[in-house]
């Protein structure tokens, strides 16, 4: 299964994308486990000790937000599914230069 990350989760993982051999069917908090298994730095960046997603995180099933999904966390995914994790972005302010 393919797992996209971005920004600081990049960092973390030292991938823009992995590949990761789960098979089909698996919910997104197994694939998560499976995360936290292969990359433990992803603990307290990404989920909590007790491998629930952080309310900051956003996961995203094929563009749709993790939480929104029907089954939310207990979606069964596919290899076919696009996986994207992305932390906190924070704004910031924006100057024109004059």
Do not use: C
Request: avoid cysteine.
């Amino acid at each position: 299964m393919r797992v996209n990350f971005y920004v600081t989760f990049r960092i973390l993982v030292g991938s823009k994308t992995v590949d990761l051999p789960l098979p089909e069917g698996i919910t997104v908090r197994e694939l998560l486990r499976a995360l936290v298994t292969t990359y433990p730095q992803l603990r307290g960046a990404a989920v909590d000790e007790n491998g629930s997603l952080l309310a900051h995180v956003h996961l995203f099933v094929n563009g749709r937000a993790a939480q929104y999904l029907p089954a939310a966390m207990m979606t069964r995914l596919n290899s076919e599914d696009k996986i994207d994790i992305f932390p906190p972005i924070g704004g910031g302010v924006w100057r024109r230069s004059l």
